[in-house]
């Protein structure tokens, strides 16, 4: 099983950055697939998430408005389209798959927003 982030980077404030987590090992159509984050010295936090099919998406409250995930299941990937990146944004970016019995975790992404 992998998950491999990618699409990180340093970015203004601003700006934006598109994520992108390449799934393989799995049946990736069946699994609930989400974003976190964790900043330095914080504990990791859920941003968004999307169901198996992408009929439900979650957000934080936090990248409302500004985020979007999607999913391609033809290509097993799930994406996170990242607008308007404050500061407070910059952390390592996880990219995590969940089905009733399996938790899977990429690696992360570094995401720095600065000017």
């Known amino acids: 099983v992998q998950l491999v982030e990618s699409g990180g980077g340093l970015v203004q404030p601003g700006g934006s950055l598109r994520l992108s987590c390449a799934a393989s090992?799995?049946?990736?159509?069946?699994?609930?697939m989400s974003w976190y984050r964790q900043a330095p010295g914080k504990e990791r936090e859920l941003v968004a998430a999307i169901t198996s099919g992408g009929g439900s998406i979650n957000y934080s409250d936090s990248v409302k408005g500004r985020f979007t995930i999607s999913r391609d299941n033809a290509k097993n990937t799930v994406y996170l389209q990242m607008n308007s990146l404050k500061p407070e944004d910059t952390a390592v970016y996880y990219c995590n798959a969940r089905s009733h019995y399996y938790d899977y975790w990429g690696k992360g992404t570094l995401v720095t927003v600065s000017s």
């Open positions: 090992g799995f049946t990736f159509s069946s699994y609930r």
